[in-house]
Structures are given as structure tokens and as C-alpha cells.
């Protein structure tokens, strides 16, 4: 069933995985209750639910669900739609200072002169 290691005070019990098994197969008979093997066997009722979780066909974990007003799905999308808009805009921007700064460099080139020098105006 277990195996019991001393050391110094406390025992640390190790079960079987057959013995965990058949617990949570009582467990899913409905033969015994968690609580019933918390005390039969001196074990943890979390150390129980953790078997059951692994172990068991039947259990499913609860699905978390998530409930919010109609208004916050509503702001939530409009936001969503601003953020997106405002990427779109902040590109175009970059874009355009990119354009700028290129022909700004041809421009020198051309002229054989820093316009960026030339035409800065001082603080």
C-alpha cells in the first residue's frame, strides 16, 4: 500500500500508483467519499482531489467562464478598434518621415549640399 521513510520526526508516505487508482475508482463507484479516505488512510483531502484530477475517467475539471456587462464588451471593443486605427495612423506617419528624410538625402546629393544643415533653424 505505502511506503514509510524515517527521517528525524516526520514520515513521508509515498502510495502506489495502483493504490491511488484504486481509490479514485471507489471515489468514481461512489464506495467512498473524500472524506472517507482523508481518514481511512491519514492523507490530505488535497492529496486526494490531486489523484482524482490525474487519475479519474470521469472527473472534468470546472471550465472557468468569464462574465462581463454588455457595456464592457462594447468598450472593450471600441478600444480594440482605436488601438488599431491608431497603429494604422502611427505606420502612415513613419512612412512619411521615411519618404521625407530619403529625399532629403537625394536631395544633397544632388545639390553636392547638407540641406538639413542649410535650412535648420536654431533653437
Not at 508516505?13 to 479516505?37: C, N, P, Y
Not at 482524482?52 to 454588455?70: F, I, L
Request: aromatic letters at 8%; a positive charge.
Amino acid at each position: 500500500m505505502d511506503k514509510t521513510k524515517n527521517t528525524g520526526q516526520k514520515f513521508i508516505r509515498h502510495f502506489s500508483e495502483e493504490f491511488k487508482r484504486q481509490k479514485v475508482k471507489e471515489l468514481d463507484a461512489k464506495v467512498l467519499s473524500i472524506s472517507d479516505i482523508v481518514r481511512l488512510y491519514e492523507v490530505s483531502s488535497v492529496s486526494v482531489c490531486r489523484w482524482r484530477k490525474k487519475y479519474s475517467v470521469h472527473y472534468q475539471q470546472a471550465t472557468r467562464v468569464v462574465v462581463e456587462m454588455e457595456s464592457e464588451a462594447q468598450k472593450t471593443k471600441e478600444l480594440l478598434a482605436r488601438n488599431a486605427e491608431l497603429e494604422r495612423i502611427v505606420g502612415q506617419k513613419q512612412m512619411s518621415i521615411d519618404f521625407l528624410e530619403k529625399l532629403l538625402e537625394i536631395a544633397s546629393k544632388e545639390l553636392k549640399m547638407d540641406i538639413k544643415k542649410s535650412f535648420s533653424i536654431p533653437p
